[in-house]
């Protein structure tokens, strides 16, 4: 099975920008970050293929986030820029068989992200 460790997260001002990392053991078709705020749904953040050449945002960080990764280190980032407080959730990171990877497949423990104002 495809195992995701994640590291990164904490507590940001609003305008802060934080970047999260996920190392990814085995391949993957693509791979996406996913957030949770109590009492909602898992959304989709971005998603990025296992090339690297195509990725996908939700409206809600276009602009902000970037998704990265290197294939060598087995990591993808997310780096979050112009922090919001609605911003604030548990982040995910999770393997997936589709694209756009709007399901994940198998999933990291997740990490917290709080943005104050």
């Known amino acids: 099975q495809v195992q995701l460790v994640q590291s990164g997260g904490g507590l940001v001002q609003a305008g802060d920008s934080l970047t999260l990392s996920c190392v990814v053991s085995?391949?993957?078709?693509?791979f996406g970050w996913f957030r949770q705020t109590p009492g909602r749904d898992r959304e989709f953040v971005a998603g990025?293929?296992?090339?690297?050449?195509?990725?996908y945002y939700a409206d809600s960080v276009k602009g902000r986030f970037t998704i990265s990764r290197d294939n060598a280190k087995n990591t993808v980032w997310l780096q979050m820029n112009s922090l919001e407080p609605e911003d604030t959730a548990v982040y995910y990171c999770?393997?997936?068989?589709?694209?756009?990877?709007?399901?994940?497949?198998?999933w990291g423990q997740g990490t917290q992200v709080t943005v104050s104002s």
């Open positions: 990025i293929s296992w090339s690297g050449l195509n990725r």
């Open positions: 085995g391949r993957t078709f693509s």
């Open positions: 999770a393997s997936s068989n589709r694209w756009p990877p709007l399901v994940g497949d198998a």
